[in-house]
C-alpha cells in the first residue's frame, strides 16, 4: 500500500514564491524515506501541506488512501509530526504535553497516561515527566516531540530535522530508536541535513531543488551512480614524496595521509598490491565525505 | 465514535485552558481581585457615602454588580486572547492543527476555557464584594444568563484578536483603546439617566451598557434599559462574533501559511 501519494502538488505564497512546483512523489508503506534538499528548496513547504499545516495551491495529497481534501481527518489520524522548531508550550510538563497531544487525537485521558508513560521511558525522558519543558535540554526537547508525535500510534511518522543539533551520541541512539519503530511497520518519512543519517537509515529517497523533485529512486540505486569515490589513506610509517602511479589520482595531504580518487570500475586491492610494493603499508582508510554527500552536491549542481 | 472523539479533544482543550490560567493564578486571579478590592474600598467605602443613592441603592451596592461583570469581561477577554496568541507565538497551536479537530472544537475549547475565567474570578470578585456590601438576588436565571452571556460573547472577541495579531502590543490595543473605555462608559459607576439626552443616545451604542444593565437588573432588580432588548442584542453579537471567528479559522488566518 501506498503511505504518502503526493501529485502535481504546488505552493505558491502571496509573494509569488513558488515553493513546490508541482511535484509527485510515493512513500511506501514500511518505508524509511529520505526526503532531502538544501534550504528553502521546499521540504518544510511539501511536510507542512501534508499535516495540513500550510494551505496547497494546487494538486493532491493522500495518506494511506485518504485525500486531505475530503477526508482530512482519517489522513490526520495516520501522522505523527516531529516539527523542525519546537513547538510545545514551555510552560507546560512533559507529562501533560503528551497527554495533551493524545487527548488531541481524541484518546481518553487514561489511556494517553499509559501511553505517554510507554514512550516517555522509551526515549528516557520519564524521570523528567513533571519537568517543565523549558527546563530540557535540546536534545531532551527533540526526544519530547518524539514521543510526543508517537502519542496516537501513527502509521506514518514525519520528521523535519530532528537530529538538528543534537550531540553524536544522541543521535545514535535516536537512529536505533527510529530503526525499531520502523521495524515495527511505522513508515517514516525523514528530512536531514546530515546526510551519512539518511544514507545509513533510508531505503528509499527524493531530493528536491528550488520547488522540484531532482532525483527519486532507491538509496542503492542512487549510491550506485557514484563513479568516483575519494578515499583517505592512513600510512604506517612516513614519507616524503608520493610514487608515480599512472592510473590512479593521488594527492599528499600530509607525511602520513593520503588521498586517493578511484573510479568505480577500478579494483582498490590493485592500488593496495601496488602500494605495499613500494613500501607503503596503509593502517587505516576512509571515505573523504559521505558518499551521497558527493551524489547530492552533484545532483543539485547539475540540476541547478 | 467520531463524537467521542470529538469530545475528548474538546475536554483536552478545556483542560489545557483551566490548567493554564491556574498555575499562573497570580497573574490571572490573584490582580483582578486586588483591583476589585480598591474599587470597593475607594469608590465603595470612601467616596460612595458621600455621593449617596442612585437609583434608590447605596452607591456601593449600585456599583458592585457593574464592577463584577467588568471582572468578568476583562477576564474573559483577557484569557482567550493571551492564550490564543501564546500558543500562536510558541507555535504550539500546531498540536491542534495536525490532530483531527473540527476547528468548531477548538474555537468552543477556546471560548470555554475563557468562561471559567470569567465565571471564577467573577465569583472571587463577589466574594470579596461582600466584605464591603450586602448583594441582593433578584432573579438567579437572570443573572447566570447574563455572566455566561457575556464572558462568551468577550471570549470570542478575544480569539478574534488573538488570530489578527501578530505581536504583544496587538493584543494590548483593543483592551487598553476600546474595552477600558466602553466599560468605564458602559454604566458602571453611573446611570445613563444622569447623562445630557446626546450622550444617553451614544450610550445606547456601547453593548457592555446592555450587559452591565441586566447584571445589574438580575442583582437589584433595577436597570436603565429594558432587559429583553439586551439579551436579543447580546445573542446577535455572540452568533456575529462566532461566524467571524470561525469563518478565520476556516481559513487558517494567522494560524497556517
Same mark, same amino acid.
Given at each position: 500500500?501506498?503511505?504518502?501519494?503526493?501529485?502535481?502538488?504546488?505552493?505558491? @505564497?502571496?509573494?509569488?514564491?513558488?515553493?513546490?512546483?508541482?511535484?509527485?512523489?510515493?512513500?511506501?508503506?514500511?518505508?524509511?524515506?529520505?526526503?532531502?534538499?538544501?534550504?528553502?528548496?521546499?521540504? #518544510?513547504?511539501?511536510?507542512?501541506?501534508?499535516?495540513?499545516?500550510?494551505?496547497?495551491?494546487?494538486? #493532491?495529497?493522500?495518506?494511506?488512501?485518504?485525500?486531505?481534501?475530503?477526508?482530512?481527518?482519517?489522513?490526520? #489520524?495516520?501522522?505523527?509530526?516531529?516539527?523542525? %522548531?519546537?513547538?510545545?508550550? =514551555?510552560?507546560?510538563?512533559?507529562?501533560?504535553?503528551?497527554?495533551?497531544?493524545?487527548?488531541?487525537?481524541?484518546?481518553?485521558?487514561?489511556?494517553?497516561?499509559?501511553?505517554?508513560?510507554?514512550?516517555? &521511558?522509551?526515549?528516557?525522558?520519564?524521570?523528567?515527566?513533571?519537568?517543565?519543558? &523549558?527546563?530540557?535540554?535540546?536534545?531532551?526537547?527533540?526526544?519530547?516531540?518524539?514521543?510526543?508525535?508517537?502519542?496516537?500510534?501513527?502509521?506514518?511518522?514525519?520528521?523535519?530535522?530532528?537530529?538538528?543539533?543534537?550531540?553524536?551520541?544522541?543521535?545514535? #541512539?535516536?537512529?536505533?530508536?527510529?530503526?525499531?519503530?520502523?521495524?515495527?511497520?511505522?513508515?517514516?518519512?525523514?528530512?536531514?541535513? @546530515?546526510? %551519512?543519517?539518511?544514507?545509513?537509515?533510508?531505503?528509499?529517497?527524493?531530493?528536491?531543488?528550488?520547488?522540484?523533485?531532482?532525483?527519486?529512486?532507491?538509496?542503492?540505486?542512487?549510491?550506485?551512480? =557514484?563513479?568516483?569515490?575519494?578515499?583517505?589513506?592512513?600510512?604506517?610509517?612516513?614519507?616524503?614524496?608520493?610514487?608515480?602511479?599512472?592510473?590512479?589520482? =593521488?594527492?599528499?595531504?600530509?607525511?602520513?595521509?593520503?588521498?586517493? %580518487?578511484?573510479?568505480?570500475? &577500478?579494483?582498490?586491492?590493485?592500488?593496495?598490491?601496488?602500494?605495499?610494493?613500494?613500501?607503503?603499508?596503509?593502517?587505516?582508510? &576512509?571515505?573523504?565525505?559521505?558518499?551521497?554527500?558527493?551524489?547530492?552536491?552533484?545532483?543539485?549542481?547539475?540540476?541547478? | 465514535?467520531?463524537?467521542?472523539?470529538?469530545?475528548?479533544?474538546?475536554?483536552?482543550?478545556?483542560?489545557?485552558?483551566?490548567?493554564?490560567?491556574?498555575?499562573? /493564578?497570580?497573574?490571572?486571579?490573584?490582580?483582578?481581585?486586588?483591583?476589585?478590592?480598591?474599587?470597593?474600598?475607594?469608590?465603595?467605602?470612601?467616596?460612595?457615602?458621600?455621593?449617596?443613592?442612585?437609583?434608590?441603592?447605596?452607591?456601593?451596592?449600585?456599583?458592585?454588580?457593574?464592577?463584577?461583570?467588568?471582572?468578568?469581561?476583562?477576564?474573559?477577554?483577557?484569557? $482567550?486572547?493571551?492564550?490564543?496568541?501564546?500558543?500562536?507565538?510558541?507555535?504550539?497551536?500546531?498540536?491542534?492543527?495536525?490532530?483531527?479537530?473540527?476547528?468548531?472544537?477548538?474555537?468552543?475549547?477556546? $471560548?470555554?476555557?475563557? $468562561?471559567?475565567?470569567?465565571? *471564577?474570578?467573577?465569583?472571587?470578585?463577589?466574594?470579596?464584594?461582600?466584605?464591603?456590601?450586602?448583594?441582593?438576588?433578584?432573579?438567579?436565571?437572570?443573572?447566570?444568563?447574563?455572566?455566561?452571556?457575556?464572558?462568551?460573547?468577550?471570549?470570542?472577541?478575544?480569539?478574534?484578536?488573538?488570530?489578527?495579531?501578530?505581536?504583544? +502590543? +496587538?493584543?494590548?490595543?483593543?483592551?487598553?483603546?476600546?474595552?477600558?473605555? *466602553?466599560?468605564?462608559?458602559?454604566?458602571?459607576?453611573?446611570?445613563? +439617566?444622569?447623562?445630557?439626552?446626546? /450622550?444617553?443616545?451614544?450610550?445606547?451604542?456601547?453593548?457592555?451598557?446592555?450587559?452591565?444593565?441586566?447584571?445589574?437588573?438580575?442583582?437589584?432588580?433595577?436597570? +436603565?434599559?429594558?432587559?429583553?432588548?439586551?439579551?436579543?442584542?447580546?445573542?446577535?453579537?455572540?452568533?456575529?462574533?462566532?461566524?467571524?471567528?470561525?469563518?478565520?479559522?476556516?481559513?487558517?488566518?494567522?494560524?497556517?501559511?
Amino acid at each position: 500500500m501506498t503511505a504518502l501519494e503526493i501529485n502535481n502538488l504546488t505552493k505558491i @505564497y502571496p509573494n509569488k514564491l513558488i515553493a513546490l512546483n508541482s511535484i509527485n512523489l510515493n512513500v511506501n508503506q514500511g518505508d524509511f524515506f529520505a526526503l532531502l534538499g538544501p534550504n528553502g528548496a521546499g521540504k #518544510s513547504t511539501a511536510i507542512g501541506i501534508i499535516c495540513d499545516l500550510t494551505k496547497k495551491t494546487s494538486g #493532491s495529497v493522500k495518506i494511506f488512501g485518504h485525500c486531505i481534501d475530503e477526508n482530512n481527518d482519517a489522513a490526520k #489520524s495516520c501522522i505523527g509530526i516531529v516539527p523542525q %522548531e519546537i513547538n510545545f508550550s =514551555l510552560f507546560e510538563t512533559c507529562l501533560e504535553i503528551v497527554v495533551n497531544q493524545g487527548g488531541f487525537y481524541g484518546i481518553k485521558r487514561s489511556h494517553a497516561t499509559k501511553r505517554a508513560e510507554k514512550y516517555l &521511558r522509551k526515549l528516557n525522558l520519564w524521570e523528567k515527566r513533571n519537568e517543565r519543558s &523549558r527546563n530540557l535540554s535540546g536534545g531532551m526537547k527533540r526526544r519530547l516531540m518524539i514521543a510526543r508525535a508517537l502519542v496516537h500510534e501513527p502509521k506514518m511518522l514525519i520528521l523535519d530535522e530532528p537530529t538538528a543539533g543534537v550531540d553524536v551520541e544522541l543521535r545514535r #541512539s535516536m537512529w536505533d530508536f527510529l530503526i525499531d519503530i520502523n521495524q515495527q511497520g511505522v513508515t517514516i518519512v525523514l528530512t536531514t541535513h @546530515y546526510l %551519512e543519517e539518511a544514507e545509513s537509515l533510508c531505503k528509499n529517497i527524493a531530493i528536491i531543488n528550488h520547488g522540484k523533485i531532482v532525483e527519486n529512486t532507491s538509496m542503492k540505486k542512487l549510491l550506485s551512480k =557514484l563513479n568516483k569515490e575519494t578515499f583517505i589513506f592512513d600510512l604506517n610509517n612516513p614519507i616524503k614524496e608520493l610514487p608515480n602511479l599512472d592510473n590512479y589520482n =593521488l594527492k599528499l595531504i600530509d607525511t602520513t595521509t593520503i588521498e586517493v %580518487e578511484i573510479d568505480r570500475e &577500478r579494483n582498490i586491492n590493485k592500488l593496495f598490491e601496488i602500494l605495499t610494493k613500494k613500501n607503503i603499508h596503509i593502517t587505516s582508510m &576512509r571515505n573523504k565525505t559521505s558518499r551521497l554527500e558527493e551524489l547530492f552536491l552533484k545532483l543539485l549542481n547539475n540540476k541547478d | 465514535m467520531y463524537k467521542r472523539t470529538v469530545l475528548i479533544a474538546f475536554n483536552t482543550i478545556v483542560i489545557k485552558e483551566v490548567t493554564r490560567f491556574s498555575r499562573i /493564578w497570580m497573574q490571572t486571579i490573584l490582580p483582578p481581585t486586588i483591583a476589585m478590592a480598591l474599587y470597593f474600598v475607594i469608590f465603595g467605602s470612601l467616596i460612595g457615602p458621600r455621593i449617596g443613592t442612585m437609583n434608590g441603592f447605596n452607591y456601593i451596592e449600585f456599583i458592585a454588580p457593574g464592577l463584577i461583570m467588568m471582572a468578568i469581561i476583562n477576564n474573559s477577554y483577557g484569557n $482567550v486572547v493571551s492564550s490564543f496568541f501564546g500558543a500562536k507565538f510558541q507555535n504550539h497551536i500546531e498540536e491542534m492543527l495536525v490532530a483531527p479537530i473540527p476547528n468548531i472544537v477548538i474555537l468552543a475549547g477556546f $471560548v470555554t476555557g475563557g $468562561v471559567a475565567r470569567g465565571i *471564577l474570578v467573577g465569583i472571587v470578585v463577589t466574594l470579596v464584594a461582600l466584605f464591603f456590601t450586602k448583594l441582593n438576588l433578584h432573579s438567579f436565571s437572570i443573572t447566570i444568563a447574563i455572566v455566561l452571556l457575556t464572558s462568551i460573547a468577550f471570549s470570542l472577541a478575544g480569539l478574534i484578536n488573538a488570530i489578527f495579531a501578530e505581536k504583544f +502590543d +496587538d493584543i494590548a490595543i483593543i483592551p487598553t483603546f476600546v474595552l477600558t473605555p *466602553l466599560i468605564y462608559l458602559g454604566g458602571v459607576f453611573y446611570s445613563i +439617566d444622569m447623562l445630557p439626552e446626546f /450622550w444617553q443616545k451614544v450610550s445606547a451604542f456601547n453593548p457592555i451598557l446592555y450587559m452591565v444593565n441586566t447584571f445589574r437588573y438580575g442583582m437589584l432588580g433595577e436597570s +436603565d434599559i429594558n432587559i429583553f432588548y439586551a439579551f436579543a442584542i447580546l445573542i446577535i453579537f455572540i452568533l456575529i462574533l462566532f461566524f467571524i471567528s470561525l469563518h478565520l479559522l476556516n481559513k487558517g488566518t494567522g494560524i497556517k501559511n
